[in-house]
């Protein structure tokens, strides 16, 4: 028996891809890719993951393309050289175009954008949950692609070496969406569509990557967080990201209710909190539950 539970479970595995066979590798599976036969490689994800496959594959396969898929086709931007002191985070509108507008407004006043989001990182808790649902929906539809690309940011010599090697056509970057990916022998058959475009193309490829990042919408979920959905212990928040808990960390059961004594810390955490995976945030929700257990 426990008098209290900390669910610090980590991030959920990426989602299987809805038009492709369920055998991806992962990307993190680095005996896989090593058994990866000649040719070209399709990375699906252009996120920080991808960065760390691509570069890696690259040193590996001295030959052949490797391309990179996702919706918009945003890569990680890179970090400043030296550090940027946070700006405080701006009073926004409450309509979303409203407030991209003065955000962009405010960052080419400022010079580097980089100190206004991550001034808006440090109140993105609070920002997050005074959105409606429907403005929330909207900013996952819409603009995470964007807000992803500024917040998850690479360090400036990765960030050079992954454009580097875009220049010299090693990497490309592909914007649309993915319609079939089909194991034939050893290759992958792969149709995908550009983004704007109905034309479908084709692609033959050595091996498919799943860099997709964390499922946060728990299509797939482990058996303890599934067990806590089915017998009630906790629940999805309406945005459908994570588990719900309140503002001090504890898990809401199916009726919305806390629960005294069962927190949770970590990603499964996004839709209530927003930024809920790095080691700053994590560590001052880690000290706010400690204070509560006294």
């Given at each position: 028996?426990?008098?209290?539970?900390?669910?610090?479970?980590?991030?959920?595995?990426?989602?299987?891809?809805?038009?492709?066979?369920?055998?991806?590798?992962?990307?993190?599976?680095?005996?896989?890719?090593?058994?990866?036969?000649?040719?070209?490689?399709?990375?699906?994800?252009?996120?920080?993951?991808?960065?760390?496959?691509?570069?890696?594959?690259?040193?590996?396969?001295?030959?052949g393309v490797i391309y990179a898929l996702s919706r918009r086709g945003r890569i990680p931007?890179?970090?400043?050289?030296?550090?940027?002191?946070?700006?405080?985070?701006?009073?926004?509108?409450?309509?979303?175009?409203?407030?991209?507008?003065?955000?962009?407004?405010?960052?080419?006043?400022?010079?580097?954008?980089?100190?206004?989001?991550?001034?808006?990182?440090?109140?993105?808790?609070?920002?997050?949950?005074?959105?409606?649902?429907?403005?929330?929906?909207?900013?996952?539809?819409?603009?995470?692609?964007?807000?992803?690309?500024?917040?998850?940011?690479?360090?400036?010599?990765?960030?050079?070496?992954?454009?580097?090697?875009?220049?010299?056509?090693?990497?490309?970057?592909?914007?649309?969406?993915?319609?079939?990916?089909?194991?034939?022998?050893?290759?992958?058959?792969?149709?995908?569509?550009?983004?704007?475009?109905?034309?479908?193309?084709?692609?033959?490829?050595?091996?498919?990557?799943?860099?997709?990042?964390?499922?946060?919408?728990?299509?797939?979920?482990?058996?303890?967080?599934?067990?806590?959905?089915?017998?009630?212990?906790?629940?999805?928040?309406?945005?459908?990201?994570?588990?719900?808990?309140?503002?001090?960390?504890?898990?809401?059961?199916?009726?919305?209710?806390?629960?005294?004594?069962?927190?949770?810390?970590?990603?499964?955490?996004?839709?209530?909190?927003?930024?809920?995976?790095?080691?700053?945030?994590?560590?001052a929700r880690a000290a706010a539950i400690a204070a509560l257990l006294g």
């Open positions: 028996f426990a008098d209290a539970v900390v669910l610090a479970l980590g991030a959920p595995p990426p989602p299987a891809p809805a038009n492709a066979e369920r055998q991806l590798i992962e990307a993190w599976d680095q005996r896989a890719q090593s058994r990866l036969g000649r040719g070209d490689v399709l990375l699906l994800g252009t996120g920080l993951t991808m960065v760390d496959v691509a570069l890696s594959l690259a040193e590996r396969r001295d030959k931007l890179a970090h400043a050289p030296a550090y940027v002191e946070p700006a405080p985070a701006p009073a926004l509108p409450a309509a979303l175009s409203a407030a991209l507008q003065l955000l962009r407004a405010r960052a080419r006043q400022s010079g580097d954008w980089r100190a206004l989001v991550d001034g808006l990182r440090e109140a993105a808790p609070d920002l997050w949950a005074s959105l409606p649902l429907e403005a929330q929906r909207r900013f996952l539809r819409h603009l995470r692609p964007w807000w992803d690309s500024h917040r998850h940011r690479a360090a400036p010599e990765i960030a050079r070496r992954l454009n580097a090697l875009i220049n010299a056509g090693r990497v490309r970057i592909l914007a649309g969406e993915l319609f079939s990916a089909v194991q034939e022998g050893p290759s992958w058959r792969v149709q995908h569509r550009q983004r704007g475009s109905l034309v479908r193309h084709r692609l033959e490829v050595a091996g498919v990557i799943n860099c997709l990042g964390p499922d946060f919408e728990l299509r797939n979920p482990d058996d303890l967080v599934r067990q806590l959905l089915q017998e009630g212990y906790a629940r999805a928040p309406a945005n459908g990201l994570g588990l719900e808990v309140d503002p001090h960390n504890r898990l809401r059961n199916a009726q919305g209710l806390a629960q005294p004594g069962l927190f949770m810390l970590g990603p499964l955490a996004i839709g209530s909190f927003w930024e809920t995976l790095a080691i700053p945030e994590l560590r």
